[in-house]
């Protein structure tokens, strides 16, 4: 036993150098741990497959105050039956902003407002805000009308709701793919 305190010793202090030998080893044992123990911890807590995702679209961001975002697309929201009482009611009322870090629960009930992380005909699960009960209809809140895959959305599309943020730490994720992006 004493022998595995003293390579766990010898390890971390190899860690702790200034070396590129070290920095890449630190690297790894990051990547490894965020993905094999944090996201599974996560994914077990708050019920879902992706307890964090990226925003990586503009679709929900808002460019100014509430007031003034309202004046240009409350009109969408109350021939839908949203009046600007209920939205401003609603969490995220002023949107997320493209690499904002998003906490998803799969828990709870999904009501008209949340913002619901779903899986769709697109390539990755869209970030929309739920704009209809029943059936599921969704819309992006910068998006000038529901697209396609925002209609009718069942529940087993689902992989939870927005119940938190973490404004723009995204970006460190969306630095490296975003100039693969079509």
Not at 139 to 154: R, S, V, W
Not at 158 to 172: D, E, M, Q, S, Y
Request: glycine share 8%; aromatic share 18%; net charge positive.
């Amino acid at each position: 036993m004493n022998k595995f305190f003293n390579y766990i010793k010898k390890f971390w202090k190899f860690l702790k150098e200034d070396t590129w030998q070290s920095w890449i080893v630190s690297l790894i044992l990051a990547f490894v741990l965020i993905k094999f123990v944090l996201f599974p911890f996560l994914s077990f807590i708050f019920a879902t497959p992706l307890p964090l995702v990226v925003v990586e679209s503009c679709s929900m961001y808002h460019q100014d105050n509430f007031e003034s975002w309202w004046d240009r697309n409350g009109v969408w929201y109350e021939q839908h039956g949203i009046d600007k009482g209920e939205f401003m009611n609603s969490k995220f009322k002023n949107g997320l902003n493209k690499g904002d870090i998003v906490l998803v629960s799969g828990r709870g009930s999904y009501e008209k407002g949340d913002i619901l992380i779903f899986n769709s005909q697109y390539r990755y699960p869209l970030i929309h805000r739920i704009v209809r009960v029943d059936p599921y209809d969704t819309k992006g809140d910068n998006n000038f009308a529901q697209l396609q895959g925002e209609l009718d959305i069942q529940t087993d599309q689902f992989v939870g709701k927005a119940i938190g943020r973490v404004p723009g730490l995204g970006w460190i994720k969306l630095i490296f793919f975003e100039a693969a992006r079509p």
